[in-house]
């Protein structure tokens, strides 16, 4: 199902980049297609820079950048790609139209995925022949190291396009993720604007510098993020109640702290939340998630000591005060 040859990309900027790079680790061909006469040599570069670090955590056996085609048309593009993602600038009209010139030319099997950061798969069907094939693939910055790539259907998208992107994904190395609803944002960059729209507030009221908001995420909570998310942290951090003990006692609505409007804590959510975290933590202990989560700090510790920077600084700097003090 998710067996293709060529990639295609309507798009070549810094996304468009990321994907030529990613699909040609992983042993594809990659046509790519840009409107800027000068693309295809900014392409050629990031991708020539970008693979050193490809190497590092592996290529697949017919990984070649010298696969990298760049096409002379759009319509060149859409007719000899087996997948194609489209990477254009994030306005409305502009992915529509150019679904409708892809939808028209491509083989009725390719699927069309949008590199989109939040705008609706629907929108882009509506001059479509064959809607059933269009979708969002939302990728994440540098797309050739990040794995999640968020899946959304539009209103009009066949179950079987979803399973063959996923498919396609995967073979790429990455973790797709389906959304189950089609909402503007989808998931991660709701939960980042929600992050960036706070951060503007502490800047503007004079509360903090930029620097000192990406200290406070970097230094902290932003090592834990690495490995978890946000809910089972706080599952975890809730002790043998986990989330339930949590939202009794850290229930949003008694620390305004926020600009947002937090939503009514029911009874429902509680267990909705309670449910999924205990389901993540399966028959692991609590004992055993603590060591889980040291173990993964210390290792990602270490990694930014080794190159003297954030938190890693920090532990530089103690440990030159210990051996003075040796």
């Not at 030529?20 to 840009?34: E, K, P, Y």
């Not at 995925?113 to 609706?120: V, Y």
């Not at 942290?233 to 002790?239: D, K, N, P, V």
Request: net charge negative; proline share 5%.
């Amino acid at each position: 199902m998710g067996n293709i040859q060529t990639f295609g990309i309507a798009g070549a900027g810094v996304i468009g980049a990321g994907w030529a790079a990613r699909a040609l680790a992983g042993g594809l061909d990659v046509l790519a297609w840009d409107p800027d006469r000068d693309a295809g040599q900014r392409l050629k570069e990031t991708v020539d820079n970008a693979w050193p670090v490809m190497e590092k955590i592996g290529l697949h056996p017919d990984a070649s950048s010298d696969r990298l085609r760049i096409a002379e048309s759009l319509e060149t593009m859409a007719a000899s790609a087996d997948f194609i993602q489209e990477s254009a600038p994030e306005r409305l009209e502009l992915k529509t139209e150019l679904h409708r010139r892809i939808d028209h030319i491509a083989d009725r099997a390719v699927v069309i995925a949008s590199s989109t950061s939040g705008l609706l798969p629907s929108e882009f069907q509506s001059g479509c022949l064959h809607p059933e094939r269009i979708l969002v693939g939302h990728p994440f910055n540098p797309v050739y190291l990040l794995p999640l790539v968020e899946v959304v259907a539009g209103e009009r998208t066949a179950e079987a396009s979803i399973d063959r992107a996923t498919q396609i994904y995967t073979n790429l190395g990455m973790h797709p993720l389906r959304v189950r609803k089609e909402v503007p944002g989808f998931l991660s960059n709701r939960l980042q604007e929600a992050l960036w729209r706070e951060a503007l507030h502490l800047v503007n009221d004079g509360v903090a510098t930029p620097e000192e908001l990406d200290v406070a995420i970097s230094f902290g909570p932003g090592l834990r993020w690495a490995f978890w998310g946000t809910c089972l942290i706080s599952h975890l951090a809730g002790g043998q109640g986990g989330m339930r003990h949590m939202l009794d006692h850290f229930n949003p609505s008694l620390f305004p702290w926020s600009h947002l409007e937090p939503p009514t804590v029911t009874e429902e959510l509680v267990d909705q939340m309670a449910r999924g975290c205990e389901e993540q933590v399966g028959q692991r202990t609590l004992r055993e998630m603590e060591r889980t989560r040291d173990e993964a700090l210390v290792v990602i510790l270490k990694a930014l000591q080794e190159r003297d920077i954030g938190a890693g600084r920090t532990m530089n700097e103690r440990q030159a005060v210990i051996s003075k003090a040796s």
